[in-house]
């Protein structure tokens, strides 16, 4: 097979990036295989061919792409007749606008509350670079903020609310059936169960409610991989 | 003209509420016209018909529709053929995020810079209602919250980093054309020029640029009302 997918892993093959979720999920969705290439953070010259420095990088054929929102608009443009990812240009460019929320407001907060999980889980050679990059965006140590969990959780439920009222109201974020809205925001909660034993949703959550449904897609692809049964 | 839309209205006939704006573009969007039936805070008893004791409150015919997002539905699912305010079941869902997204994150985080503004051109009859149920909300008096604009500016800028990131890539919120995504959001800018000469968008925003395409659209329609000219 001609098709690639290089994304981040970390110990016991734990593939832990949202990003790479996104483009994980995308491919399912298009119903095309990819065979996954695990590159660790200190494994940059894996990707080198890619021109950038992170993952997730698909190879088809060949074309080499790199970023999840141009591996996405990638496969919906080179196979356009499948399963839509968008459902439109009007789709498109409001998937994008989740994708930036996502990027700016939901991860940031997630992020803050799972950091010292991260840390645990990432591979041995990568622990070194991991603390140094994060503690440099966190302007703490990880300790510190792994200490301050509970108000972090608790401003994520804030961050989350848009969020939890669309899904009280459309079983989906892209309404009766998933796609790449959904993936968005999904991979953000597939990087927390992949890296974290403590739950970040809890209880009657219209988010958790819809995460299980995500977990089911496609045969449980995303719920057959290392992760935490971390469901409250 | 059996079509009738119940707006908020402030001194010199002012028509400032966001959520108002929506159900105008909408209605323009759609080429519907409508005669605009102004309302004040405290005028609830004209608006009693509707069941609720908010605007907009459309009237089309035989029936009454109240809330912008329903507003929004009905037109799309009552005239379908004409210029789609969604373009399909995901944009729909996805403009129902964006519609969450300005409740929850954008305008509270506008109202905090204009409050004391809207303070200002609100109906005379209408200043005491304003004052006691929004310094209610806030916690604080008008005054106080109005001597610290320029943090609540700054905080505002944060919020406003995903929709500005989408506007660099993309002419609309919606794509190519403006469609309902847009007139959410647009809806929160509208109700700060229409309060306040203090501009919140300054330069070379791209916030600012779409907010003037905006303006621009239908023959001037959200122009051409009592409003600031706050573009800096």
Same mark, same amino acid.
């Given at each position: 097979m001609a098709r690639q997918l290089y994304e981040l892993v970390g110990s016991d093959d734990r593939r832990f990036s949202p990003y790479c979720w996104r483009a994980r999920m995308a491919l399912a969705h298009k119903r095309l295989e990819a065979a996954t290439v695990p590159v660790k953070f200190t494994d940059k010259e894996k990707i080198a061919f890619s021109g950038g420095?992170?993952? /997730?990088v698909l190879v088809d054929g060949p074309n080499t792409v790199r970023d999840s929102w141009a591996i996405a608009t990638y496969l919906e443009d080179t196979? /356009?007749?499948?399963?839509?990812?968008?459902?439109g240009p009007e789709g498109r460019a409001l998937a994008r606008f989740v994708n930036h929320w996502t990027d700016l407001a939901l991860q940031p907060a997630l992020f803050q509350a799972i950091v010292g999980d991260i840390y645990d889980v990432v591979d041995a050679d990568d622990k070194e670079y991991f603390r140094e990059t994060r503690e440099a965006r966190l302007g703490r140590s990880i300790e510190e903020v792994r200490a301050a969990r509970p108000e972090k959780v608790a401003a994520l439920k804030g961050v989350l609310t848009p969020l939890r009222m669309l899904l009280a109201e459309f079983p989906f974020v892209s309404g009766a059936k998933p796609a790449y809205g959904d993936y968005i925001a999904f991979g953000a909660f597939q990087w927390a169960r992949s890296v974290s034993p403590h739950p970040v949703l809890k209880g009657e959550d219209a988010i958790l409610a819809w995460r299980e449904r995500m977990l089911d897609l496609y045969g449980g692809l995303a719920r057959s991989v290392p992760a935490f049964d971390d469901a409250a």
């Open positions: 420095k992170t993952v /997730p196979y /356009p007749t499948t399963n839509s990812l968008f459902g």
